[in-house]
């Protein structure tokens, strides 16, 4: 079967386009344009600011900026909802975009670097990506692309992130309240979701060790 269907410029190109992309997003999208966004509260304000805000976590603004500004916007529980939805919607389209653009030259170029996060990701992936998201520590943006050049399958690592990012978003949206005792429930909140995250590494530092005695 011939596999010659695409001119061999063009995925090339298209990485090119991605990064350009990039580079103007993040000098154009902040948190003054996203208050602007959600000044109107209605459906079509709503899902534009999901969707442009979703493009904004693609670009790599970060997420917990978008929950906060959510959740001030639009309340605390609708906002959490809001800011999820964008901050999937960011992941999906770093990780498909990966997926298509860079997955075959990443595969022939990053050999034993990829294959190591490969295998991490991959062994377990639900519990693997909701480790990573639930660290204090990490680059988002980096995490979707590097997932999308992986083999990890879509389902598993979206949904293992839309769980990770829970904790994070109902933090920040506390603290895009304003209240006090919201800022005290936030970090309280935060510091719970890291110690899960460094069990959760742990363990799986554990049944990597056991794994080989078992063959």
Known sequence: ???????????PLLLLLGVAALAIGLRALSGGHLKLLAADHGPVGISL????AGA???????????ASVASASYGLWAGIV???????LGCA?????????????AQRRMGRRLASINAFLTA???????MLRLLPVGNNLALNLL????????????????VGYLPQTLVF???????????????ALFAASSLLGLWLMRRHKELRTAAPAKE
Do not use: N, Y
Not at 1 to 11: G, H, I, L, R
Not at 56 to 66: I, K, Y
Not at 124 to 130: E, K, N, R, V
């Open 173 to 187: 949206a506390l603290v895009g309240t304003g209240r006090s005792v919201s800022l005290a429930l936030g970090i």
């Open 147 to 162: 997932a999308g050049v992986s083999t990890v399958p879509a389902v598993p690592f979206i949904g293992a992130s839309l």
């Open 124 to 130: 377990h992936p639900a519990s693997s990506t909701l």
């Open 49 to 52: 600011f999901i969707i442009l």
């Open 1 to 11: 079967m011939s596999q010659t269907a695409q001119p061999s410029w063009t995925k």
């Open 56 to 66: 904004a976590c693609a670009f790599g603004l970060p997420r917990q900026l978008v």
């Open 93 to 105: 389209l770093d990780f498909f975009w990966a997926r298509f653009v860079a997955h075959e030259w």
């Open 82 to 88: 809001i800011a999820l939805v964008a901050q999937v």
